[in-house]
Every structure is written in structure tokens, then in C-alpha cells.
């Protein structure tokens, strides 16, 4: 089974400053995609960024980036330049490569950012 | 559609009744997936559609909980005497394939007093 940890229940960042999110994930498969969602007041749960476990390459998707250490199993999130709109919870996911068939997500806990003027 | 809809948005039910949750996948999508999201937490999975077949149960809390998806698109998630515990926001997520990301929808808040 595969476990997701955020250690960080809430974070706080300025406007235009710059803001990490740390994900941790534990798992025993070789093959696997990591993400994150935002999770707005609104409640729909957005596609932040994913990355695939045999890529090397740090995925980066405009002011979002992500530092991923595979031997680590560490996933952190870097928001640049951040903005009111990217106040919400972020949830780190993890989902198994699989053939056959599709894989659940399995997420943490949450970070809830707060964007402050 | 454009995207994964959800209906109701609220549904508040007395304790033992029995409630009925939609979703609308996005059109050419499938497989779909419930989640459900207590206070505070991520989403957990709940069980799991590729088309008509329901292939993963798995996370479904107990055999008051029931899922279809008789025609590969629409499908619905239902609750039978439903209990306290059951108070969750329900999410539903399509995506086009295997190993491809999922898409959620805005889910369903349910309230059981």
C-alpha cells in the first residue's frame, strides 16, 4: 500500500514571494506518476502539475515547479511569484503505473495556503 | 460536456434514509472513480469503473454503499440508510484512460442528521 505524508497543515506566503509545499510518499512499486491538485474554496479539486516517476526532469507547468527525489520519495511544489487566486488546499497525490486497468489516487492530508497582500 | 458534473450539490438526509449521488463524467472518458472527503482530509477512494465495469470496490465502507454505471457514462453512487458517519463531501473524477490524470467534479456535500 502507498501512503502520501504533508507535514505542513497550513502555510502562509506574500504576494509575488516565492512558496514550497513538501510531500513525502512511501511505496514499494518502480512505476508511478505523482501530482498536485488545488483544492479551492469552491471545492473543485484542479490539476496543478504531474510528474512521472521514470522522468528525471523536474515537471514545470508556468509558475508552478517541482523538486522531485525519487531516491528521497520526496515531491515538494514550487509556487513563484504567488497570487491571491492560488489560496487553497494543495494535495499531493500519488498513482500507480498500471497495464489492464486504471489506479485510484491516493492523497495526504493537505496544505492549506494562505496568499496575503 | 466541458467538464465532470456533480448532482446534488447539498444533499442534507435523516439518519436511515436513503440517498442517490450523480455524476456526469467528461464524454469519452472511461474510467471514473467515487471519492470521499471527510472534514479536513484528502479525498479517499471509494471504487472504481472502466465503461459498465465496476473493477475495483475496494474502498467502499460498508455493503450500505452501492455504485453503477449501467451504460459506461452516467453513473451513481447510493447510500442506504445512511448513518451520521456517512456526513462527506463526495467527488467524483473521470479520466480518458489508463495511467492518464484524473478530473473531478465539484461533488456532492452530504449532511445525514
Known amino acids: 500500500a502507498q501512503t502520501v505524508t504533508q507535514s505542513q497543515p497550513e502555510m502562509s506566503v506574500q504576494e509575488a514571494e516565492t512558496v514550497t509545499l513538501s510531500c513525502t510518499y512511501d511505496t514499494s512499486e518502480s512505476n508511478y506518476y505523482l501530482f498536485w491538485y488545488k483544492q479551492p474554496p469552491s471545492r473543485q479539486m484542479i490539476l496543478v502539475i504531474r510528474?512521472?516517476?521514470?522522468?528525471?526532469q523536474n515537471a514545470t507547468e508556468n509558475r508552478f515547479s517541482v523538486n522531485f527525489q525519487k531516491a528521497a520519495k520526496s515531491f515538494s511544489l514550487k509556487i513563484s511569484d504567488s497570487q491571491l487566486g492560488d489560496t487553497a488546499m494543495y494535495f499531493c497525490a500519488f498513482m500507480k503505473q498500471n497495464t489492464g486497468t486504471a489506479s485510484k489516487l491516493t492523497f495526504g492530508t493537505g496544505t492549506r495556503l494562505q496568499v496575503t497582500l | 460536456g466541458a467538464g465532470v458534473s456533480q448532482s446534488p450539490r447539498y444533499k442534507v438526509a435523516k439518519r436511515g434514509q436513503d440517498v442517490a449521488l450523480r455524476c456526469d463524467p467528461i464524454s469519452g472518458h472511461v474510467s471514473l472513480f467515487w471519492y470521499q472527503q471527510a472534514l479536513g482530509q484528502g479525498p479517499e477512494f471509494l471504487t472504481y469503473f472502466q465503461n459498465e465495469a465496476q473493477l475495483d470496490k475496494s474502498g467502499l465502507p460498508s455493503d450500505r454503499f452501492f455504485a453503477e454505471r449501467p451504460e459506461g457514462s452516467v453513473s451513481t453512487l447510493k447510500i442506504q440508510r445512511t448513518q451520521q458517519e456517512d456526513s462527506a463531501v463526495y467527488l467524483c473524477?473521470?479520466?480518458?484512460?489508463?495511467?492518464?490524470?484524473?478530473?473531478f467534479g465539484p461533488g456532492t456535500r452530504l449532511t445525514v442528521t
Open positions: 473524477a473521470s479520466s480518458f484512460g489508463l495511467n492518464y490524470e484524473q478530473y
Open positions: 510528474q512521472e516517476a521514470y522522468k528525471q
